[in-house]
Nanobody, 127 residues
Framework: QVQLVESGGGLVQAGGSLRLSCAAS????????MAWFRQAPGKEREFVAT????????YYADAVKGRFTISRDNAKNTMYLQMNSLKPEDTAVYYC????????????????????WGQGTQVTVSS
C-alpha cells in the first residue's frame, strides 16, 4: 500500500518558519517528480512547488518564490518544504503529491497530473 504522510504543520506567527516533511512508503519515488500543493478555506487547491526526481530542478509558485524551499532525500524517500517569512495568506492545508511518470526533467504544476496524495497537514499563520 502506497502512502504519503505529511508532517510538520502547526500554528506560527507571521514572519516565522515551518518545515514540512512528506514521507513515502510502499514504493520508492526516487525516479519521480513530487510536489506540494495547498488549499485554503473556500479556495481551490493551488500549486506551491515541485521538484524533479534528482532534486536539480525545483520550481515555485510566484506567491512563495524566495520564501519557500523544496528539497528531497531519495535515500529516505522523503520530500521537504522549508517555509520562511510566513504570511497569514499562507494559511492552508498543505498536501504532498507524487507523479508516477518516471525520469521527468521537471515536475508539473497541474494537480491532475499527480497520482498519489497525502492526507494533508494544516499550516496556520497568525498576524
Amino acid at each position: 500500500q502506497v502512502q504519503l504522510v505529511e508532517s510538520g504543520g502547526g500554528l506560527v506567527q507571521a514572519g516565522g518558519s515551518l518545515r514540512l516533511s512528506c514521507a513515502a512508503s510502499g514504493r520508492t519515488f526516487s525516479s519521480n517528480a513530487m510536489a506540494w500543493f495547498r488549499q485554503a478555506p473556500g479556495k481551490e487547491r493551488e500549486f506551491v512547488a515541485t521538484i524533479n526526481w534528482s532534486g536539480s530542478a525545483p520550481y515555485y509558485a510566484d506567491a512563495v518564490k524566495g520564501r519557500f524551499t523544496i528539497s528531497r532525500d531519495n535515500a529516505k524517500n522523503t520530500m521537504y518544504l522549508q517555509m520562511n517569512s510566513l504570511k497569514p495568506e499562507d494559511t492552508a492545508v498543505y498536501y504532498c503529491a507524487a507523479d508516477i511518470t518516471p525520469w521527468m526533467l521537471t515536475g508539473r504544476r497541474d494537480a491532475e497530473q499527480y497520482d498519489y496524495w497525502g492526507q494533508g497537514t494544516q499550516v496556520t499563520v497568525s498576524s
